[in-house]
């Protein structure tokens, strides 16, 4: 099945700039790959994601790159803000049309006024 | 919009029990999952269903069952809960490949 490996696993920045978290994937095949923002004692909510369709989509202050030639795909927060502190999660389609989805470990983003 | 609720909340067990946990969604989506969640990790699938009455293995089906009674509902039991487990089990939701997640269950273990 389908590997996601992300990283990194903790990532502690300055108000104000950017943070990046990269994921990878095994399955060429895989076309649609979301991202979810985890706050502490919530539920993960689908903050971005992109089709393979694309290789750069943007929605305010987020940005999610797609290098389907070397199977990775990458979240970027500009100006980030202390709100912006969470659990990120990559994830990538497992199977096809299985509707499943492989989720990565998690990046800890910790945002230091 | 729809909304996923889980019942219940929170839930403590003892080595040995049998533990169920609810979930039901409101956004007539046909696949619905069951997901671990340790602290501070990913999400592991557990079971899911493309529609009521169907179950499909996950990763981590070992020591749970599930079951999914409707369209909108779908249960999980854990067999025989572990000594100092302690989890949050995520129920989520799709129509297609967009996946929506509950609040969670927060198991405790005795």
């Known amino acids: 099945g389908e590997q996601v490996e992300q990283l990194p696993s903790i990532l502690r920045v300055q108000e104000g700039s950017s943070a990046s978290i990269n994921c990878s994937y095994e399955?060429?095949?895989?076309?649609?790959f979301p991202w979810y923002k985890q706050e502490p004692g919530e539920n993960p909510k689908l903050i971005i994601d992109?089709?393979?369709?694309?290789e750069r989509k943007q929605i305010q202050e987020l940005i999610v790159l797609l290098d389907k030639k070397a199977k990775r795909f990458s979240l970027h927060i500009t100006d980030t803000q202390p709100g912006d502190s969470a659990m990120y999660f990559c994830a990538a389609p497992t199977g096809a049309n299985t509707g499943k989805l492989t989720f990565g470990h998690g990046t800890i983003l910790r945002v230091h006024p | 919009g729809g909304i996923i609720t889980q019942t219940p909340k929170f839930l403590i067990g003892q080595e040995g029990q049998k533990l169920t946990l609810k979930c039901q969604q409101n956004f007539n989506h046909d696949t619905m999952y069951w997901y671990r969640q340790d602290s501070g990790k990913g999400l592991r699938l557990i079971y899911y269903s493309i529609t009521e009455n169907d179950l499909q293995k996950g990763d981590l089906s070992e020591g749970y069952d599930a079951s999914r009674e409707k369209k909108s509902s779908f249960s999980l039991t854990v067999t025989s809960a572990q000594k100092n487990e302690m989890a949050v089990f995520l129920c989520?939701?799709?129509?297609?490949?967009?996946?929506?997640f509950g609040p969670g269950t927060r198991l405790t273990v005795l």
């Open positions: 992109i089709r393979s369709n694309m």
């Open positions: 399955d060429s095949a895989s076309n649609y």
């Open positions: 989520a939701s799709s129509w297609g490949i967009e996946q929506y």
